[in-house]
């Protein structure tokens, strides 16, 4: 594996080390056949409850000195079952909603073998640091549940720092953390406005975005050095990183995301 130059690795959690979308459809389908079946609530106020709560959770904004991340989850609950089935607000059911979505999604979080191995693999010849955003306490249960902090040398949660990506500053407190420099780093991750932009706020070596639809977004500021369909792509892409690194970058010319190298199943591939 060719990792001259590079001598720390960031990863993302969610959708990038596991797969938290799964884990949460899975929920979904459990908090809806109990409505159904205990509470009486018809198919399509099921799937209306769940749908109004992952909106809510969509634009969450939640400060943890204010208000505790259980009780803001479950007022999303709450607020989702009135406004579809109206009434008064339901705190018990609302409560039961929410751990059970809350549970069943914490099962489902796996890091797999595959994973397991690469991780482990790479960890031999680069440090590996683990960088994810949001809640603290929520964040801890996911990395509980997954059980992955053995294959890291650090583990960093926006949720417990002053910014979050893509801001520079928590890149470089990774940096430190590990006593290296940004352009020794190279970020992993399946976001463009956090993983990828931040990695190119803080000046990182090489950014790589994880896009498993490959449905290219039309407009995006945000340039990836690389795009993989797989954290398992990574050790085809490092094998062949130093050799590929895209002269435009290393130019400041400003290029478009259909100009970026795609490493998927072991090929190298341009978009057409």
């Known amino acids: 594996m060719g990792l001259q130059g590079v001598k720390a690795v960031f990863f993302d959690l969610d959708n990038t080390l596991v797969d938290t979308a799964a884990a949460g459809r899975l929920a979904r389908e459990e908090v809806i056949n109990v409505l159904q079946s205990k509470h009486h609530c018809d198919e399509r106020e099921a799937h209306m409850i769940c749908d109004k709560v992952q909106e809510k959770l969509l634009k969450e904004c939640h400060d943890p000195a204010k ?14 079952i009135q406004e579809t089935k109206g009434g008064e607000a339901n705190r018990n059911l609302a409560a039961e909603c929410y751990f059970l979505w809350k549970t069943t ?8 073998e595959d994973t397991r191995r690469m991780l482990t ?28 902090q053995p294959y890291f040398d650090a583990i960093v949660i926006g949720g417990e720092q002053k910014e979050e990506k893509p801001a520079p500053s928590i890149f470089h407190h990774c940096c430190d953390l590990l006593g290296v420099q940004p352009w020794e780093c190279v970020m992993v991750g399946d976001s463009l406005d956090t993983d990828i932009q931040g990695g190119l706020n803080a000046g990182l070596k090489a ?11 039309i407009n995006t500021s945000s340039i990836p050095h690389y795009i993989i369909s797989s954290v398992l792509d990574l050790p085809e892409l490092f094998q062949n990183m130093d050799h590929k690194m895209n002269a435009n970058f290393e130019t400041d010319k400003r290029i478009s995301i259909d100009d970026v190298p795609i490493y998927s199943g072991n090929i190298e591939s341009k978009k057409c």
Not at 122 to 138: A, E, F, P, S, Y
């Open 67 to 80: 208000t505790c991340i259980t009780d803001l989850r479950i007022s999303h609950w709450e607020e989702a």
């Open 121 to 148: 693999k790479l960890r031999k010849m680069v440090r590996l640091l683990l960088l994810t955003n949001g809640d603290k306490q929520t964040q801890r249960e996911k990395i509980e549940a997954c059980a992955c």
């Open 207 to 217: 950014t790589v975005w994880i896009h498993k639809t490959m449905n290219m977004p």
């Open 105 to 112: 999604r914490l099962q489902h979080l796996t890091l797999t």
